[in-house]
């Protein structure tokens, strides 16, 4: 026992003094040339990063992994995804506590629900890990939030075209994912806030109606805002399915031509719809340059670095940012009509 | 004459046509846009899918048993249709589409039995358990992605109108599910009351012991209820997907219980040995009422599910208290 002991001492004895010897040279590297002694440091960031999406499993989450792993290929590290099967919120909540407990220094993550991540994101901070949050712009325990675009100028953006199909009057509906989706709600706000100011002719027809996501719902729900008013003229949706589900209604109805339908989507999704016209345009943006900004920008929080309005992060669309308080926005949208759409970088059909 | 009036009127599914007709005026009054024939024929074909998959779940439940997995069945069955079919024989007629859907989900079915009619298991439990390994299954040899490419005959299908009118905002059509539903129901109300295996299905649910004393085969029984919802499950997964015009392995499952409500508040008592094809369908369309409507009837988006669920609770108070009232009486 005491041979065990002695050994154990003289173990740790070394070690400090292997420790101290290699303090040293850093020590005195700020007499000698400085951008010199910065080098080893920059080796010496390793970052095992894991990104958590909102589930994982399909196209749009499934690019998050190839902007990673481009990432890593070019500087080095392990990127590695997990997350829950379905859009859980207490699944994704069991995801990022694995992540902890297995060590990883970065968690990248799209919350399903801000509010359920907080108390987890701050024990990973409190470890000292460096936490990234995407398309959760009110998150409070993230060291940043990346998001592609400011919010109010997406949601701009889609009130534009929208003003412009309808010859700016009648009445519009908005669909979100839910009404605890910040983002969608977001974007609704700021577009309804544009057409009010711009455009007096045109009116919302009613509240945001949820799609919950769902193809059904959007179909169903858009059907009904069709019948209960008979002025509305265009639609726009925000969760991937809504564009889809709404000109499913739309085509139905036979109001192909009548009724703009645009939002937030992909090519897979809503491609037959751009081409019969019941769908006039889809925005989406590459999800794959936002992991890889988000990949540049903790390696910069590991290096002690800072992120400032106007630094580069090294990804289409993020070569100068805008940041406000704890969220980075890029300028990272892409915009789809029945010309382009071939060019989505979600595509896998054809 | 005067009985059959009086039992008529005491009827279950008298009541619910009442409650019914009175929430039809009610929201009719709200927004008269809901008695246009264009929200007619939206209902009917909103109530094509709850209603098909209600018939089987009401055998089910008559059986005195319950499943929770016919969503999965559903979802397993449409994908693996819609995959296979849409990559090597997309011309595919769309009655052989369906029928393969049935199968698949037979089988799936005859598995629930294997465990709830010849081992006993509790159908909760066992229906529980084989849900996920459905799911499961599904998501790692189907696929988890959401595929476009389904047969063309679905697509046709979903474009199939019975009668097509011009309504005041497009056109309303009546589709032509709302025929399958209607035929799958006259064959399950045939089924249940005219066969000696629908009548048997009754005395199960009523009671298992003594139905076996008088001889009947209740493994048997049981394994054909499980296998009928199970092929009805399959067959509903087809058209969803041809509804949808895609297939997306991560629809329909969630809807289990609004199924399982629709068919509770028709009538048939959880417990078994109760219940008419009637009762169902009118329970289908009160649940499809008030989820289709919230919309139209404005109601803001944070009220629609707690409407939902008082409604719910209070038809189903008023059965009970209906239901308890009878058997002081008698």
Redesign the interface.
Known sequence: MKKLLAMLLALIMVLSMAACGAKAPAEEAPEADAPEAEAPVEEAVELNIVSIPKLVGVAWFDRMDVGGQEWVSANGGTFYQNGPSTADAALQLQTLQDAITEGANVIHVVPNSTETLEVAMAEARDAGIIVLSHEAPGAENVDYDVEAFENDAYGEHFMKILAEQMGEEGEYAIIVGSVQAQTHVAWADAAVAYQEANYPNMKLACDYIESGEDHDTAYNKTKEALKTYPNLKGIIGCSVIDPAGAALAVEEAGLVGEVTVIGTSVSDVVGSYLESGAVYMFSSWDTSATSYAMCEASKILAEGGEITTGTNLGAEGYESVTVDGKVIYGAAWLDFTVDNYKDDPYRTAE | MNSTMKKIVKSNEFFMFAIILVMFCIFGII?P?FF?V??LF?LSR?MVETGILALGVQVVMISGGIDLSFMAIAVFAMHTVSKYMGMYWNDAPFILLVLMGAVIGLVLGLFNSLFIAKFKLPPFIVTLGTTNIFKGLC?VFIG???I??IPASMIDFS?TNLISVQ?????A?LHIGVLILVVLALLTSYMLNKTRLGRSIYCVGGSEASAQRVGLNTVAILAFCYAFLGAIAGMTGVM?AS????S?P??MIGGELTVIAAVTIGGPRVGGGYGSTAGTMLGVLLLTMIN?????L?I???W?LAVTGMIIILGTIMQIYRYKRSLKNA
């Open positions: 927004n846009a246009s264009a929200n939206d909103s998501l988890s992605r959401q476009n490419n474009k309504a005041e905002q497009g056109m059509n969803h509804f949808q015009r895609m997306n991560f629809d289709n409507s919230l919309v139209m404005k803001p988006t944070f629609q």
